[in-house]
Nanobody, 129 residues
């Protein structure tokens, strides 16, 4: 079983930055495909950022609305994945979820929520104008 615990959410003004953390436990972290999703009230869950670990180079995917502003990264020594969010906008307001998959994912499926079978409890991000 895999446990994911998010932290780092909060309130920030537009243009500001936040860094979310997701601590993983329960399996070999280096095997995880990790991702961040978000869901705003009344909207579908949206894939924000994802990566597939690789022995030489990892593969990354970003949602169109965050590309160039958000970055996903990991610290294997801490079994933690991060989401650095810069130039935040009010439309980034949502509950952000960390997700993990232990099976190989084709690159085109990184941002699909049904690709992942482990989820954190979510952390709220609120961006004010």
């Amino acid at each position: 079983q895999v446990q994911l615990v998010e932290s780092g959410g909060g309130s920030v003004q537009a243009g500001g930055s936040l860094r979310l953390s997701c601590a993983a436990s329960g399996s070999t972290f280096s095997r995880f495909h990790m991702a961040w999703f978000r869901q705003a009230p009344g909207k579908e869950r949206e894939g924000v950022a994802a990566f597939r670990p690789g022995s030489s180079t990892a593969s990354y995917a970003y949602g169109d609305s965050v590309r160039g502003r958000f970055a996903i990264s990991q610290d294997s020594s801490k079994n933690t994945v991060y989401l650095q969010m810069n130039s935040l906008k009010p439309e980034d307001t949502a509950t952000y979820y960390c997700a993990a998959a232990l099976r190989p994912l084709p690159l085109g499926t990184f941002l699909r929520s049904d690709s992942y079978n482990y989820w954190g409890q979510g952390t709220q991000v609120t961006v004010s104008s």
